[in-house]
């Protein structure tokens, strides 16, 4: 049974940084899942954040993180990671991470493993 466990959450305020983690445990390898972010903001959809390759070689990001957010991940560990720097008030929402053999079906939010979420809240 495949569980994604997210840690790192909190309250910042804007302009610091956080890193979220998601510790993999299940029967796949992890390192033949792609893993990725997403994110949830009351009275929003869920939004598309950031995913990495098996290897880590290939990242993507959405628009609006890229050159802050960092998306890591260590196979040794099952576990990936989201660095989030320099946050912005706009940034706050439960984080979801999620894994799938597809990226494709991970990018459209129909990965088959989801975490619970860790909730990023940002103050001025």
């Known amino acids: 049974q495949v569980q994604l466990l997210e840690s790192g959450g909190g309250l910042v305020q804007a302009g610091d940084s956080l890193r979220l983690s998601c510790v993999y445990s299940?029967?796949?390898?992890?390192?033949?899942?792609?893993m990725g972010w997403f994110r949830q903001a009351p009275g929003k959809e869920r939004e598309f954040v950031a995913a990495?390759?098996?290897?880590?070689?290939?990242?993507n990001y959405t628009g609006s993180v890229e050159g802050r957010f960092t998306i890591s991940r260590d196979n040794s560990k099952n576990t990936m990671y989201l660095q989030m720097n320099s946050l912005k008030l706009e940034d706050a929402a439960d984080y979801y991470c999620?894994?799938?053999?597809?990226?494709?079906?991970?990018?459209?939010?129909?990965?088959?493993?989801w975490g619970q979420g860790t909730q990023v809240t940002v103050s001025s």
């Open positions: 999620c894994a799938d053999r597809s990226l494709a079906k991970l990018r459209r939010a129909e990965a088959d493993y």
């Open positions: 299940g029967g796949y390898s992890f390192g033949n899942l792609v």
């Open positions: 990495i390759s098996t290897r880590g070689y290939v990242t």
